[in-house]
T-cell receptor, first 110, second 116 residues
């Protein structure tokens, strides 16, 4: 079967660094994406890794190791507005079909 | 760029009734996706289109669910004989065709369905 595993919840204080891990087992793999979703809102794109290594976008970085079927999202200098759910998603075919994990709720405290 | 638009945003229906949701993708996007999301879970794939062609329908989806994308523009998702288990948020997303390269899909705000 296909699965994406990520922690259900992470709590951290403002200014801290949080790492959300994602391990996947899918029938196909073309890339790993991360999406953010605030309560009641739509998921929004954060990052995409097709190749191994680290991608940095501002305070957020994403890493992929295809040999380990593993990736992570790094959130630095946490802010209250970063409190949200974060989903890893694997592109499983060449047509761009995404399969999502169950999500990690990040709670930022003062 | 007006983004992905979904209608209605909220729908309450009685069990056994049919409901239809509409999605208008970003204008130049030729791929369109439907996902379902329940509380505390990630989006679950339902189906997707390349232009007007339906590429795949999830095996988890019963025959009560049908989706169309006539003329490769807007799409509709119909649920027949609704059941309480159909209560969820139905998300539509769209993207450009970029085979074998990075893909970003853009979600609409979702259509909340409550079956009573």
């Amino acid at each position: 079967g296909q699965s994406l595993e990520q922690p259900s919840e992470v709590t951290a204080v403002e200014g801290a660094i949080v790492q959300i891990n994602c391990t996947y087992q899918t029938s196909g793999f073309y890339g790993l994406s991360w999406y953010q979703q605030h309560d009641g809102g739509a998921p929004t794109f954060l990052s995409y890794n097709a190749l191994d290594g680290l991608e940095e976008t501002g305070r957020f970085s994403s890493f992929l190791s295809r040999s380990d079927s593993y990736g992570y999202l790094l959130l630095q200098e946490l802010q209250m507005k970063d409190s949200a759910s974060y989903f890893c998603a694997v592109v499983t075919d060449s047509w761009g079909k995404f399969q999502f994990g169950a999500g990690t709720q990040v709670v930022v405290t003062p | 760029d007006t983004g992905v638009s979904q209608d209605p945003r909220h729908k309450i229906t009685k069990r056994g009734q049919n409901v239809t949701f509409r999605c208008d993708p970003i204008s130049e996007h030729n791929r369109l996706y439907w996902y379902r999301q329940t509380l505390g879970q990630g989006p679950e794939f339902l189906t997707y289109f390349q232009n007007e062609a339906q590429l795949e329908k999830s095996r988890l989806l019963s025959d009560r669910f049908s989706a169309e994308r006539p003329k490769g523009s807007f799409s509709t998702l119909e649920i027949q004989r609704t059941e309480q288990g159909d209560s969820a948020m139905y998300l539509c997303a769209s993207s450009l065709d970029r085979k074998y390269s990075g893909n970003t899909i853009y979600f609409g705000e979702g259509s909340w369905l409550t079956v009573v």
